[in-house]
């Protein structure tokens, strides 16, 4: 068994994978065989294994920690811009928290919680009557 463990896989290399791996449903014998070995050859040319694919289909698609923490600041950024456009409608206390949830945003992620961003959700949510 491989100690690699697959988060992504480039679309390219998923792809190619997913043709061959379609062959090897082919009534020829043959050309399972020669699916199976290009299936083989193309994992350790990326330095992966079977064992590391299987890994990966078992436990499906996931994101880095990196990614997810991205991709969640991004969308509360742009809650931020929202409830910040919409500021007229919020009392001078709302914005103030709005501004310091963005600049604990700029820090780190891991200072906001959950509460603070149910808050900043009622507030866009406000703003956008």
Not at 38 to 56: K, P, Q, S, W
Not at 77 to 105: C, D, M, P, T
């Amino acid at each position: 068994m491989t100690a690699t463990v697959i988060l992504t896989m480039p679309a390219a290399l998923r792809k190619t994978l997913s043709k061959m791996i379609a062959l090897l449903g082919s009534p020829e014998h043959g050309d399972v065989v020669n699916a199976a070995s290009a299936i083989d050859r193309t994992l350790r040319a990326e330095g992966l294994d079977l064992n590391a694919f299987a890994e990966f289909i078992a436990c499906g698609q996931q994101l880095e920690t990196s990614d997810l923490t991205r991709i969640l600041t991004a969308e509360l950024r742009g809650r931020v811009r929202e409830v910040l456009a919409g500021a007229w409608a919020l009392s001078e206390s709302e914005r103030k928290f709005v501004r310091e949830y963005e600049q604990r945003l700029d820090r780190d992620l891991k200072t906001t919680c959950w509460d603070d961003f149910v808050q900043l959700e009622m507030l866009c949510r406000h703003v956008r009557r």
